[in-house]
């Protein structure tokens, strides 16, 4: 196990969950309409875009989903062989965010639209995995459907006096997500695939916490 049974209180967590609706965000505006942390929402665009009669280009929102269990695999893999998984794991989410905001100065065209989904959806899949293999990390982070689901349950049906704190983390986890929802959108909108950089940031100062 890695060094993340004590991490900060609260920066990790939000931090990934900022990282995740950034990246969906950057991804679903500026690569036409592709999730690549919630990769199953994929599916239903696809099928949309298929009964609008789509082009071929489109088969690569089905080709995220093999892309995506390849990128957990793997990062299970290394959790079982290496040390320091999680740190490890950040460094290289990291640079593939930054190899996404480097493609279009070596790229172009649909090759260079391709090659960033990969590296994106490689870099959340890894996010994934890393809850999984390092459940002191918090919660998930990558998809809020369950985080929202459970943050509304326990506002109805209260816990324990001592799970009130743990509320409050899951409802900024929730907002982190949201708001990097909007800065992936904007970012991308003003500033193209550069954007990653961010995230690639945020990444590098997570691991620096761990």
Known sequence: M????????????TALAFIAGYADAVTFVGARGIFCAH???NFVVLAADLARHANA????????FPIFVLAVFLSTHLHRRVGQSA??????????FGAAAAVPWA???????????????????MQNAM??????????????????????VEKVLPGAPENV???RSLGLIILAFALG???????????????????MGLSLLVRSRL
């Open 2 to 13: 890695t060094s993340t049974a004590s991490p900060p209180p609260l920066l990790v967590p």
């Open 131 to 152: 809850h999984r293999v390092a459940p002191a990390l918090g919660p998930m982070t990558t998809v809020m459907t369950g985080n929202v689901t459970q943050w509304f």
């Open 39 to 41: 990769v199953t929402g």
């Open 57 to 64: 280009d489109e088969w690569l929102k089905l080709a995220t």
């Open 165 to 167: 704190t743990k509320h």
């Open 107 to 125: 790229l172009t065209g649909n090759t260079a639209h391709w090659v960033v989904v990969v590296l994106a959806v490689v870099a959340m899949g």
């Open 181 to 199: 929802c909007l800065g992936g959108a904007f970012g991308v909108q003003h500033f193209g695939f550069a954007a990653f950089l961010a995230p």
């Open 87 to 96: 740190r490890l794991l950040l460094l290289l989410q990291a640079m593939a």
